[in-house]
């Protein structure tokens, strides 16, 4: 078993990254070559800017390389929730917003010719427990009456032709959700950020941030880049750069690891056996799973096997222990499957699961939060952001939302355990 992102090891390596100092004047500066940074710097460049992106490791190093392969509408937070905080056309706004994210993907994959495997397959939200079916319906009625009518509720006997598993007592489909190969795409929008224009600095990190003769400027171990405007986009990896202005973001953002892991290939009669309907799948338990096929019909398995913070070599081998216990309970007959792959990346989790994005200061643009649902909305918010840059209308959907801070974390998230216990507890007594 590899301890390193499938995505990556079955993509080609990013060879477009400069090789000279980090010097001179930029019209943009974005810190972070995962989704969000790489649309901005593709649109913007697109556009003539002169945009350098400085990323601290190799692009995709994140969780835009670490993550399920899933690229799905809906919202992370409830919708009934999203309607009560902010009433019933920010909800909507919110919720389209997912769907416009996906839309733009495909839309970026055709028109830059990037080979990942897209492919809109819808997800299934399964019911993990009898009691959670009622919930599921309450939802989907009130999702296609509000907002997205083409969702389907399945019937326990409706999943029988989608997943080969008893675990499950109903699904909500969302047919608009879709998936792809994240480490050729993430390849794939470097290279196209690259050929507009713009410049990537890898294995470059941020040591110093500030406001200096009206422009910002960047230190980097490299040299210092004069710029303009910036956009951070580090996401779950914030703690990794300079605390000012980061600490308005880490008091913020709680990093929580996410994990995956990735089977050998299976066989064509193990696919039909276990995944027919060949869609993206997630569970409605607090602490679940969310599950696909690869293009190279591996079953690609994931979740929060730890609260924890961390995700390096020694967390990722202790999660497979974990994920293959989950795994056998949804399909028995894969419970000895080898795992080819083992990875984790940090999830970008605010307390209320929505993502946030706008300007915090002159010049000073951000997008991150997207706890768990950045696959899909991070290259839309790279782009609108970009667009906000450039004068044009903005189009932020997350504008204006308040984003207190979480009392008592300063970046480091001591309390991930006792949150572990309570969604635990929630699980077990739902």
Not at 91 to 115: K, M, N, Q, S
Not at 125 to 152: F, N
Not at 290 to 314: E, H
Request: hydrophobic share 45%; charged share 25%.
């Amino acid at each position: 078993m590899e301890l390193r992102s499938y995505w990556q090891a079955t993509a080609p390596r990013f060879a477009g990254a400069a090789r000279g100092p980090v010097e001179g004047r930029a019209e943009v500066a974005v810190i972070g070559a995962g989704f969000t940074g790489l649309a901005a710097a593709r649109q913007l460049a697109r556009a003539g800017a002169r945009v350098v992106v400085l990323e601290g490791a190799e692009v995709g190093h994140g969780a835009s390389a670490r993550n399920g392969g899933h690229v799905n509408n809906g919202m992370a937070h409830g919708y009934a929730d999203a309607m009560a905080a902010f009433g019933r056309d920010r909800a909507r706004a919110l919720y389209h917003a997912y769907d416009a994210a996906i839309d733009l993907i495909e839309e970026i994959v055709a028109t830059e010719g990037i080979d990942c495997d897209f492919r809109r397959a819808g997800k299934l939200k399964l019911a993990s427990k009898a009691g959670h079916v009622a919930g599921l319906r309450a939802s989907y009625e009130l999702i296609r009456r509000e907002a997205d009518p083409e969702t389907e509720f399945l019937s326990r006997e409706d999943l029988r032709g989608e997943i080969g598993s008893e675990a499950f007592h109903g699904a909500l489909l969302y047919r608009k959700s879709a998936m792809m190969h994240m480490g050729r795409y993430i390849e794939g929008l470097a290279r196209a950020a690259t050929a507009h224009g713009a410049t990537i600095h890898e294995s470059t990190p941020v040591t110093g941030l500030s406001r200096h003769e009206g422009a910002w400027r960047l230190d980097t171990p490299h040299g210092r880049l004069r710029a303009d405007k910036v956009l951070v986009a580090t996401g779950g990896y914030s703690a990794e750069f300079a605390r000012k202005p980061f600490a308005h973001f880490l008091r913020r953002i709680v990093p929580v690891g996410s994990f995956v892991v990735a089977t050998r290939a299976l066989s064509a009669d193990e696919v039909r056996a276990t995944m027919p309907g060949n869609r993206t799948c997630v569970t409605t338990l607090n602490i679940g799973n969310y599950f696909r096929l690869s293009p190279d019909s591996r079953l690609i398995f994931g979740g929060r096997a730890k609260f924890s913070a961390r995700a390096d070599a020694q967390t990722d081998a202790a999660s497979a222990t974990i994920l293959r216990r989950q795994l056998a309970a949804v399909f028995p007959a894969l419970a000895d499957i080898p795992f080819d792959y083992c990875f984790g990346g940090l999830v970008d989790m605010t307390k209320d699961r929505l993502p946030r994005a706008g300007e915090l200061e002159d010049g000073l643009f951000f997008a991150m939060g997207y706890s768990g649902h950045g696959a899909q909305l991070s290259s839309y918010m790279g782009t609108v952001l970009a667009d906000a840059m450039l004068g044009r209308p903005d189009r932020n959907p997350l504008k204006d939302l308040p984003w207190p801070s979480i009392p008592g974390h300063a970046g480091k998230p001591w309390f991930l355990p006792l949150v572990g216990l309570h969604y635990r507890l929630k699980d077990i007594l739902s």
